[in-house]
Nanobody, 115 residues
Framework: QVQLVESGGGLVQPGGSLRLSCAASGSIFSIYAMGWYRQAPGKRRELVAAISSGGNTHYVDSVKGRFTISRDNAKNTVSLQMNSLKPEDTAVYYC?????????WGQGTQVTVSS
């Protein structure tokens, strides 16, 4: 059974940066593509960025050039470096398998961008 633990969120001013981390355990992490997702209040959860087992990346248009996804298969972690943050990036951020998510979701990590 997979376990996903997200961390690194917080309160940051517009234009600031945060680095999110996701630790995965209980499954064969390295063979899966992984994604970072977010859910803002009153909105559906959406994919933000994804990375294949080999390191190919995909970003939604709203974060291109600002966010960078990476992974360390030896440590079973996937990270999201977020720069030039905007208020509209405020959401709870989750990691999960991509594109077919595990049924289990971690608790997520709150990112709040506000002055």
């Amino acid at each position: 059974q997979v376990q996903l633990v997200e961390s690194g969120g917080g309160l940051v001013q517009p234009g600031g940066s945060l680095r999110l981390s996701c630790a995965a355990s209980g499954s064969i992490f390295s063979i899966y593509a992984m994604g970072w997702y977010r859910q803002a209040p009153g909105k559906r959860r959406e994919l933000v960025a994804a990375i294949s087992s080999g390191g190919n990346t995909h970003y939604v248009d709203s974060v291109k050039g600002r966010f960078t996804i990476s992974r360390d298969n030896a440590k079973n972690t996937v990270s999201l470096q977020m720069n030039s943050l905007k208020p509209e990036d405020t959401a709870v951020y989750y990691c999960n398998r991509y594109p077919r998510e595990f049924d289990y979701w971690g608790q997520g990590t709150q990112v709040t961008v506000s002055s």
